[in-house]
Nanobody, 128 residues
């Protein structure tokens, strides 16, 4: 049974940084591509970043140049380093995983929010 557990959320002032973590279990971590999503109150869930099993990455426009996705396959852990945070980044952040590979597939899955396995989320609040 695939389980994903996020941590690292909190409250930070605009311009600050946070690093989110997501620990995966119940599957072969290195065989899955993974992503981060977020959902603000009253808004639809949106893709943020994705990473292939080989470490190749892709980002959506709102976070390019500010967020960095990475993974440590030895620790079964996915990360999201968030720098220069803005109030508009306030949201619940979710990690997600699916078996397979290929950045084109990941980009499609980020846009369509079509990942098979999801964590329960960690809240990020950015104050102005």
């Amino acid at each position: 049974q695939v389980q994903l557990v996020e941590s690292g959320g909190g409250t930070v002032q605009a311009g600050g940084s946070l690093r989110l973590s997501c620990v995966g279990s119940g599957y072969i971590f290195s065989d899955y591509f993974m992503g981060w999503f977020r959902q603000a109150p009253g808004k639809e869930r949106e893709g943020v970043a994705g990473i292939d099993s080989d470490g190749s990455t892709t980002y959506t426009e709102p976070v390019k140049g500010r967020f960095t996705i990475s993974r440590d396959n030895a620790k079964n852990t996915l990360y999201l380093q968030m720098d220069n945070l803005k109030p508009g980044d306030t949201a619940m952040y979710y990690c997600a995983a699916d078996p397979g590979k290929g950045l084109a597939t990941i980009r499609y899955r980020l846009l369509e929010k079509k990942f098979g396995h999801w964590g329960q989320g960690t809240q990020v609040t950015v104050s102005s």
